[in-house]
């Protein structure tokens, strides 16, 4: 590794580790790079300011993650589809729309924000002051805009227009209810192992809860 990419790997290792303590607002530039062993100018080689400093160390994870929930979105919507006007109860669900499935994907999303731990930890917990700190409204922007078209789907409405007012508030509850179940199993739970014990029970609530909605006249 030549020089420059082991002074940019210090940097950011120095950073997670600063952020991690004092949080976006109060995280001190000065401290990383007295900690990195360079000085200031070093770090503004590298990066503009601390906001690029902060993206750097959380911006691909999240992009990766986005990408992940995307694919299982438009998944779930083509198998809401065709279950559309069905009156169904869970198992019926589950063994014609996959909980299996849905397992696979949750489980594959818990390892991943377990895999980059760090980095969703700063996301949740310590962006207030930059631009990720509406990061979980975001994301329940993202399944709230998806819940939206698979319930209209599935209580058959033309488009996810159609909602009335009360369809679009219980929308609204169920997608911060998703995000936070993976929100509280990544800030609840020690390790992998411990987080995939808890997932098959959550989002067993989570299928139950959604398909009762559904069903409810």
Partial sequence: MDKDKETRKKLLE???????????????????????????????FFFKDKEDLF????????????????????????ASKQLAGKKLDVSEIAKKQGFDDDYEIAQNVVRFLFENKDAFDLLLT???GSSYENIVDHMVDMAEMHYSKMYAAMKGYKSSRNLTK????????MSHDQI???????????????AEKQLKNMLAYMIGGWMAVINNK
């Fill in 180 to 194: 936070d179940i993976f929100i509280h199993i990544v800030t609840h739970c020690k390790d992998v192992k411990e």
């Fill in 14 to 44: 120095c950073a997670m580790k600063e952020f991690k303590e004092k949080g976006y607002m109060k995280a001190s530039l000065r401290n990383i790079c007295k900690d990195a062993g360079v000085t200031t100018g070093a770090l503004y």
């Fill in 126 to 128: 310590r962006a207030q």
């Fill in 55 to 78: 993206g750097n160390l959380v911006a691909e994870p999240l992009k990766k993650l986005e990408k992940i929930l995307v694919v299982h979105f438009i998944e779930e919507m083509a």
């Fill in 166 to 173: 009360e369809d679009k508030f219980i929308v609204h509850w």
